[in-house]
């Protein structure tokens, strides 16, 4: 999915580029189009460092949003259709 139209899905008002709820919606799609390409590359191992490092990003940003806004989380997961 474009980035743009993450950004529009998930902002919570306009000009919102860098909430959280955004950021991990960005994260995630990057992280699916990774993940696809590893499954072709298996040996591209500067590619997978990578996909760690977001990984990692991602679960502090949830960790972060689980605590102030537990009913935007939940929400989110669901939609993103992320484990717990």
Do not use: W
């Not at 590893?38 to 502090?60: A, E, W």
Request: aromatic content about 4%.
């Amino acid at each position: 999915m474009a980035t743009q139209t993450i950004v529009q899905k998930y902002q919570t008002h306009t000009g919102d580029t860098g909430s959280t709820v955004v950021q991990v919606a960005l994260l995630s799609d990057r992280i699916n189009e990774l993940t696809d390409h590893l499954k072709q590359h298996k040996k591209d191992f500067d590619s997978r460092s990578g996909l760690l490092k977001m990984v990692g990003r991602r679960r502090r940003l949830l960790n972060y949003l689980s605590s102030s806004k537990p009913d935007i989380y939940q929400e989110l997961i669901k939609e993103l259709g992320l484990r717990k």
